[in-house]
Nanobody
């Protein structure tokens, strides 16, 4: 099995910065894309940012220019640096990893989520 453990997050005032990280461990053969999603109360989970194994990134329009996703392949870890935070960024942030546990078996794994709260 594969486990994704998130850390970071917390409470910050609008305009501030926070970072979150997510480390994958377990029976990992290969990880393709890693990403961050978020879910605000009463809303659907949405993509925030995704990064490929070679470092190609994509961001949701709402966070472009403010958030930066990065990863360390040697550590199977993905990071999200969040700057110029807004109250509407308040959500539970989840990491996701497109993971091969063998040469044939592939699955998408999720972290447990970490709360990010931005006060106005």
């Amino acid at each position: 099995q594969v486990q994704l453990v998130e850390s970071g997050g917390g409470l910050v005032q609008a305009g501030g910065s926070l970072s979150v990280s997510c480390a994958a461990s377990g029976s990992i053969f290969y990880i393709n894309d890693m990403g961050w999603y978020r879910q605000a109360p009463g809303k659907q989970r949405e993509l925030v940012a995704v990064i490929s194994k070679v470092g190609t990134t994509n961001y949701a329009d709402a966070v472009k220019g403010r958030f930066t996703i990065s990863r360390d392949n040697a550590k199977n870890t993905v990071y999200l640096q969040m700057n110029s935070l807004k109250p509407e960024d308040t959500a539970v942030y989840y990491c996701n990893a497109d993971t091969y546990v063998s040469s044939r078996y592939r699955n998408y794994y999720w972290g447990q989520g970490t709360q990010v709260t931005v006060s106005s």
